[in-house]
């Protein structure tokens, strides 16, 4: 019949009320320009470790050849530990990479805010007409940050998010192909210094067609959701 065994593919939980959410999101948006849609400025952060195992590697190999090195993948405890990283992108150019040396609370998030957002909001878009994209983390949703975001409306607006939208966020993308990149790399990461290092090279030499597709790639992601009714799509 042409089934075949396959892992489940791995989709955000929703309820019928995240549905809902997420359809009304993509009706509003349904009708955008490309040009509105480069007025966002995509943000999010992201884990990297030093050993990343996600079930995708397989080998083949014969009976008695399961412990031989070429048939195993090491890993070690905690993964070898990692970094966090923030970034952001328009369609015109991302932000500097900025690497979280510590647990992302609110606090700490309110100082790449001001630090890192704010001039790249006016840079990019200086007649105040951006609109800064973020998902409803804890740290993003704290009221510090809120009130800050409230008081810069005048220089960008801040973008209504439902939650569990992660497949209409760009940054996503982005990440992944970082992250594929990045163990396509040979000898693997031996340490932190290295798996820093080499995140920020990928970063800054991601080429703009790339983040731009990622953009104008909106409107059929929209309009996915819409012919899914809010159920989760291929994106």
């Known amino acids: 019949m042409g089934l075949c065994s396959r892992r489940p593919t791995r989709v955000p939980l929703l309820t019928k009320r995240h549905r809902q959410l997420r359809l009304q999101w993509a009706q509003e948006r349904r009708d955008w320009t490309m040009d509105e849609w480069k007025k966002i400025a995509w943000s999010d952060e992201s884990l990297f470790l030093i050993h990343h195992v996600d079930g995708r590697v397989r080998v083949h190999r014969l ?124 000898p693997p990461c031996p340490n932190i210094s290295t798996l820093r290092d080499r995140c920020l090279d990928i970063w800054y030499n991601l080429f703009p067609v790339m983040y731009q597709k990622f953009v104008a790639s909106m409107p059929r992601q929209v309009a996915a959701v819409l012919k899914a009714k809010g159920v989760s799509t291929r994106y």
């Open 63 to 186: 009976p008695g050849e399961r412990l031989l090195p070429s048939c195993t993948e090491c890993h070690t405890q905690a993964s070898g530990g990692g970094i966090m990283l923030w970034g952001t992108f328009s369609w015109l150019a991302p932000t500097s990479i900025v690497v979280v040396e510590q647990t992302m609370k609110a606090a700490n998030y309110l100082n790449i805010i001001v630090d890192e957002l704010h001039p790249y909001m006016a840079f990019v878009f200086p007649a105040g007409n951006g609109i800064f994209h973020q998902d409803n983390a804890p740290c993003h949703k704290a009221r510090i940050v809120l009130e800050w975001l409230e008081e810069h409306t005048y220089e960008f607006h801040l973008m209504s998010w439902p939650p569990n939208l992660p497949d209409l966020n760009s940054m996503e993308h982005i990440w992944d192909v970082m992250e594929r990149q990045l163990r396509a790399q040979t």
